[in-house]
């Protein structure tokens, strides 16, 4: 569907995209994720045609983009504030792809099935997708008075009135609180498997990442820094920057010698056939087993932290005697006390060799 | 520059209760305030009032007083009114004829004003190129000279000889192109400034929505950003209007004869004829009419405050990209180089002409000595002095009368204030002649007897720039979000101290453009000043007047000079103004 | 200085520099409550002493834009008399006139000076001026006094409006210039003439007059006639028609497109001026024959607050000393009949011999009516 090489975006001397490759096939949902500045807003706005590449191509379903404007490209694009026109009401701003009609010229850029619709079909096809975001009735509301969640649902009821052939969301629950964003996160994944919409969505959150992707690019100023399935990028990240930003903590530099490593927290077992010499190593909280104080790396406990939801696992922050700080997960039944002394071993599967050590985190 | 989708950060202006009329939780909104108390009500009512007292006192004594005497000395015989002249009047075939030229004068005046200036709004807005800042308050200096000045300028330009006769053969001193062009020259500066500052503003992201959505370049601008436009350029387009049909030194220097607007015919009726009940009548009816534009202009404004997702004008301009954006540009810059920047050039170079051919400085020395034909009584530099002074005083009195007024304004209030806000714009569009024979006869007793007090002079300046006091600040008052007050007031501040922690910062940079622009514009006055029987202090634009009312290359040339020196003045101050400007800094 | 304490730059200054005092004191609040109280002691503190112009010494001329003396000569009536000249400016003659009608009985000053003979019934109908016969008036014309019996107003200076001619462009087309009412009538001088609107327009004014006196109170209008068919040009006022159409005046040169105008006698010695080397002759010259009089009047106020300064300053409007001074000052002949005329009036102006006059109270009966006529005729 869509196809992306070396494309490259430069604002004057900082490089925005520098030669990304990217490819999204038909029904796949993808989600760039990176921090801010890492330039997925721009890569959304290179494949929408609002923003020229310096360099490389695009081309959707097959067909080179470089001279297709915008509006003939037949794609959906849901802002981050999603940019409601605040003129007109729900019905308004829904049926406006469906008004614009621009997509009947045929081509490449055509839309299956969307011709002019009269005006009767368009009101049908408006109270059908309110249906679908689960806000039947809500046609002649002003834009003004909605909620962030109700803005939400509009938006994206308006990015699917045309039928695109690629839906484009850029941090689309961004501005939600936390327990709505979950929710909708859920219903947006099913929604888009049952339609069998394209995705590409943007988001600096991994969990609605996770949730939401059939694959993961995770980016990096401006370029790809992994690639993979929600469970390949969370199991094996490939950079410990790609690590830090999944979130992970417990990442020190090591030096690898036959099956163990030696790290500050003393000697890791590490899995079998990494080569020697420098690396880094993660070790997720999962392999950080407590244990009594007696047995392994002696810690002193200096935070426990609640994780919510129904896991009633708890995550607890340690100082060993040597190295740095450490975060281990541990059911909340069997979780030490505020600075309590306990001893600390570290479970082979769970630790993972990162390659690139000379990189700074 | 960063990628400009993250460099934005929305901000929703919500000033009216309009917006919060919706109910919604939206941002900003005050609406889950609880409901004031009884006592703080009145208060905050009586906060209003004293307020109100100084700007309401000043209009009724410089303004309403005056005008109110004159039109009563002219429609009062024998103790009574005489309303039947208004038909008499009104039914004259001659003065009909003056009231349609007005109409449709000041119609086309304003649809060419703008179709020339509402590219040049988009190019401010939206564009990034040299100079920018520069340009933009150059484009504005037209605005603030007096007409006497820049009529013999641009008539150099469209008349015999001008530019254009040299270019095409093509003269329009004797048509009325002339009178539109010249108008277009005047009021290209109100529709950048107004349009242009609201445009700069809009989120460029609407429209790409809308272009996502299968909508073409101009189809995604007509759908989502002209709607979010029309309440600004409607209301630039009746300012225009205002200022076009009530023009006066246009249509006498560019007119000729034959042509006569309203005001051009209560002068003539008053300052030439003496016909006092004439002059009455028409001045009601302008009254009328400019009373009318003033209360749509006021809606106008109201609904161009209404939430519009707007963000900080420093983020929207980009450099022009593809060819069509770039002829655009130059488009609008070739516009504004013919016809507004020409015309003040050609003012410039007369003034370096030597008298017997050549360039120098000839008239520019002239103005500092009292030479042997002298026209006044010290030399004509000290004009200078004299228009800063008043410029000054009067910029005070606007700063003081404006300030308090749209104090008052911007606490929300019922219908009496917002009528009031459209009274405090009135003087603006009432004839000179009429404020200053009406001081004459209205101002002749101890203890106001200031007839021919210099006071008088600042004060008639001030009635000018009060107005554009007021919107500047209006907007910026009321979009300081009431929860900041509240929350000085929980912490003990009084309302004086809320209003000097709160309200205050947020408003400076608004009180110095303001305080900028009401100093222009006084420095620019004529029409008022010139009407007033005053001690010899004259003023830069009433100088430049006496000498061109005299024959003589001196005596022009110096005219030039001065007119020179007023330019850059006036370019000097609205330059400063760019560099304080804020994003948000009212609608001129 | 004349006028000292009301003078050019003593009020306005002494009032900034307080204010800019106040200002400096509060530096750091530009825009706090304190400016505000600057404001309100500006107007109270410096607004009386600017008003404050009934003192003894001071006598006030009240006057039009045009109204110009030297200092010397103001000087030497403060030496003389004792009082300082203050003077008020109002606008134009007309607008001037006006003014002094609506604040009759309270006037603003004691002496006003510039109503000229075709508005003088506008200010001896509304009672402005009381009777006095100032000293030197045996010395003026008997033809220039007006309402002679009363001498409720005193002549100070005539002018004369001719059409003036551009010399160089007759001389490069070897053509004589037009020397009557007639001539600018004929083919020859097609579409050379611009003149002023006589409804707004003081020399627009006193050219039709002139015609009227020339061809009678029917024959005008004929004349006008002839003189549309052959393309005169109305402008609106003066300045447009001198310094914009005209082409011998210096601010049209090479742009101005008339060689013909209805300006003042006075107009070609002002073209010399300024010119590092004087010039054989003027650059234009004046017509004689379409000369028509203007005479400009003073009075003494009804109601001034000092009658006795009011009247030494008439005398002294009349007297050699300002007489001799009024040519370069106003370029006016001065009323007075024994007062040389200086040498750049002789020398390039034109001292016209018998020009045409009319009586203010037939100006006065007829002006409406004829402006209203000639506007109908000429720009309808």
Request: proline content about 6%; charged content about 20%.
């Amino acid at each position: 569907m869509l196809r992306l090489s070396g494309v490259t975006v430069r604002f004057g001397d900082r490089t925005a995209l520098d030669a990304v490759d990217l490819t999204v096939e038909d029904h796949e949902t993808v989600c760039l994720l990176g921090p801010s500045g890492s330039g997925k807003s721009t890569l959304l706005r290179v494949v929408a045609g609002l923003q020229p590449a310096d360099a490389g191509r695009v081309s959707l379903s097959g067909r080179d983009q470089a001279d297709v404007p915008t509006h003939r490209r037949g794609l959906g694009l849901m802002f981050q504030d999603h940019q409601l026109f605040p003129q007109q009401d729900v019905a308004g701003n829904i049926a406006f792809g469906l008004r614009t009609g621009v997509r009947s010229g045929g081509g490449a850029g055509a839309r299956p099935g969307a011709g002019r619709l009269s005006k009767a079909e368009r009101a049908e096809r408006v109270s059908e997708l309110l249906e679908l975001v689960g806000l039947p009735g809500a046609q002649e509301r002003a834009v003004g008075s909605l909620s962030g969640g109700e803005q939400q649902r509009v938006a994206l009821a308006r990015a699917l009135a045309p039928t695109p052939r690629l839906l484009m969301l850029d941090e689309p629950l961004g501005q939600l609180d936390r327990g709505l964003r979950e929710r909708l996160t859920v219903e947006l994944r099913q929604l888009f498997r049952r339609l069998g919409t394209t995705v590409l969505a943007v988001t600096h959150d991994q969990g609605e990442a996770f949730a939401l992707a059939d694959r993961v690019v995770v980016m990096r100023a401006g370029r790809v820094a992994q690639t993979g399935t929600p469970r390949e990028v969370w199991q094996r990240p490939a950079s410990s920057f790609v690590a830090r930003f999944l979130g992970f903590e417990n990442i020190v530099p090591a030096t690898v010698r036959e099956r163990g490593a030696d790290t500050p927290w003393g000697r890791v077992q590490v899995p079998k056939g990494t080569p020697s010499g420098r690396c880094e190593l993660l070790v997720r909280p999962a392999g950080v087993r407590l244990t009594p104080p007696e047995e392994g790396l002696k810690c002193t406990v200096t935070g426990i932290t609640f994780r919510g939801g129904a896991s009633a696992m708890v995550s607890v922050l340690l100082q060993p005697v040597a190295g740095p700080p450490l975060t281990a997960e541990s059911p909340l039944s069997r979780a030490p006390d505020l600075d309590e002394t306990v001893g600390v071993t570290f479970t082979g599967h769970e630790v993972v060799v990162l390659p690139n050590a000379a990189e700074p985190a | 520059m960063s990628g400009p989708a993250n460099g934005l950060r929305s901000r929703t202006v919500s000033a009216e209760p309009a917006v919060h009329d919706t109910g919604g939780p939206a941002p900003g909104a005050n609406a889950s305030r609880p409901p004031a108390t009884r006592s703080v009500r009145r208060r905050a009512a009586g906060v209003r009032l004293a307020l109100m007292a100084v700007p309401v006192g000043f209009f009724a004594l410089f303004f309403a007083y005056p005008v109110v005497t004159i039109v009563g000395r002219g429609l009062r015989a024998d103790g009574r009114w005489q309303l039947d002249r208004v038909g008499t009047v009104l039914g004259d075939p001659g003065v009909q004829q003056v009231l349609w030229f007005t109409v449709w004068q000041a119609l086309a005046s304003t649809a060419l004003t703008l179709s020339v200036a509402l590219p040049g709004a988009y190019v401010f807005a939206r564009f990034r190129f040299p100079a920018k800042r520069l340009l933009h308050a150059l484009v504005t200096v037209p605005f603030v000279l007096p007409t006497v000045v820049v009529g013999s300028a641009f008539l150099a330009l469209l008349g015999r000889g001008g530019a254009l006769d040299e270019l095409w053969g093509v003269r329009l001193d004797t048509s009325v192109w002339a009178i539109l062009l010249a108008h277009v020259f005047f009021n290209y500066a109100v529709v950048v400034r107004t349009v242009g500052g609201l445009w700069a503003q809009l989120d460029p992201r609407q429209e790409e929505a809308a272009r996502v959505l299968g909508a073409s370049r101009f189809a995604a601008w007509r759908a989502v950003t002209l709607p979010a436009l029309v309440p600004a350029a409607g209301a630039a387009a009746l300012m225009v209007f205002l200022f076009t049909f009530t023009s006066f030194g246009v249509i006498q220097v560019l007119g000729g004869p034959r042509y006569a607007t309203l005001e051009v015919e209560i002068y003539r009726q008053t300052a030439s004829l003496l016909d006092l009940p004439t002059a009455a009548v028409l001045t009601l009816t302008q009254f009328a009419a400019v009373a009318t534009l003033l209360l749509g202009y006021g809606r106008l404004v109201r609904r161009r405050e209404a939430a519009l997702p707007l963000v900080a004008a420093a983020h929207t301009a980009r450099r022009p990209s593809g060819a069509g954006q770039w002829a655009l540009l130059w488009a609008v810059l070739v516009t504004i180089a013919v016809l507004l920047l020409l015309p003040l050039g050609v003012l410039a170079e007369r003034s370096l002409r030597g008298p017997d051919g050549g360039h120098g400085l000839v008239f520019y020395r002239a103005l500092f000595e009292l030479g042997d034909s002298a026209a006044f009584l010290v030399p004509p530099v000290e004009a200078i002095g004299n228009s800063l002074a008043y410029a000054l005083a009067a910029t005070l009195v606007s700063l003081l009368v404006g300030g308090l007024a749209a104090a008052a304004l911007s606490r929300r209030a019922g219908r009496i204030v917002r009528g009031f806000d459209a009274l405090l714009m009135l003087p603006l569009g009432t004839s000179a002649v009429t404020v200053g024979f009406g001081f004459l006869i209205a101002l002749d007793e101890p203890p106001l007897d200031l007839r021919s007090s210099w006071i008088l002079v600042p004060l008639a300046q001030a009635l000018v720039g009060v107005p554009f006091v007021i919107r500047t600040m209006l907007p910026v008052l009321r979009a300081v979000d009431d929860r900041l007050r509240e929350a000085a007031a929980v912490l003990g501040a009084s309302p004086f101290q809320v209003w000097r922690a709160v309200d205050l910062p947020l408003v400076r940079r608004a009180v110095l453009v303001a305080a900028g622009f009401a100093f222009a514009v006084s420095l620019g006055e004529f029409g008022a000043t010139v009407f007033i029987a005053r001690a010899d202090h004259p003023t830069l634009p009433v100088t430049v007047a006496r000498f061109l009312g005299r024959a003589g290359e001196l005596n022009y040339g110096q005219a030039m000079a001065l007119s020179t020196i007023l330019l850059l003045l006036c370019g000097a101050v609205l330059i400063v103004l760019e560099r304080v400007r804020t994003n948000n800094a009212g609608e001129f | 200085m004349p006028g000292r304490k009301f003078g050019e730059t003593l009020v306005l200054p002494a009032c900034t520099r307080f204010h800019v005092h106040e200002g400096s004191a509060m530096k750091h609040r530009v825009t706090s409550v304190l400016a505000v109280t600057a404001v309100v002691s500006l107007l109270a503190g410096c607004g009386s002493s600017g008003t404050d112009g009934t003192d003894t010494d001071t006598v006030t001329l009240v006057t039009h834009d045009s109204f110009a003396a030297s200092k010397k000569v103001l000087n030497e009536f403060t030496e003389r008399t004792g009082y300082e000249v203050r003077v008020l400016r109002g606008g134009d003659a007309g607008s001037a006139v006006n003014q002094a009608v609506l604040n009759k009985d309270n006037p603003q000053g004691d002496v006003f000076f510039g109503v000229d003979n075709t508005l003088l019934s506008r200010a001896l109908d509304g009672d402005l001026f009381v009777p006095y016969a100032a000293k030197g008036l045996s010395n003026v014309p008997k033809q220039l006094r007006a309402d002679a019996e009363r001498n409720r107003v005193t002549p100070v200076d005539t002018g004369e409006i001719c059409v003036n001619y551009d010399r160089d462009y007759f001389a490069e087309r070897k053509l004589e210039p037009p020397r009557t009412f007639e001539d600018l009538a004929k083919p020859r001088y097609r579409d050379l003439l611009v003149t002023e609107n006589a409804a707004t327009s003081s020399p627009g004014l006193g050219f039709l007059l002139g015609t009227v006196r020339e061809y009678g109170a029917d024959g005008w209008r004929d004349y006008w006639k002839k003189l549309k068919a052959n393309g005169v040009e109305v402008v609106d006022g003066w300045e447009q028609a001198y310094n914009d159409r005209f082409s011998g005046s210096a601010a049209g040169k090479g742009k101005g497109d008339r060689p013909l105008v209805v300006s003042y006698a006075s107009s070609p010695p002002v073209e010399v001026l300024g010119k590092k080397e004087r010039p054989e002759q003027a650059p234009t010259g004046v017509i004689e024959d379409t000369c028509f009089r203007q005479t400009e009047y003073a009075g003494l106020l009804s109601g001034a607050a000092n009658e006795k300064g009011g009247k030494a300053l008439l005398d002294f409007l009349l007297s050699k000393t300002f007489q001799e001074d009024l040519p370069l000052q106003m370029f006016v002949s001065p009323a007075r009949s024994d007062v040389d005329l200086p040498e750049l009036f002789t020398r390039y102006g034109a001292t016209v011999e018998d020009p045409l006059t009319m009586a203010p109270e037939r100006i006065a009966e007829n002006r409406e009516r004829w402006v209203d006529e000639w506007t109908s005729l000429v720009l309808r």
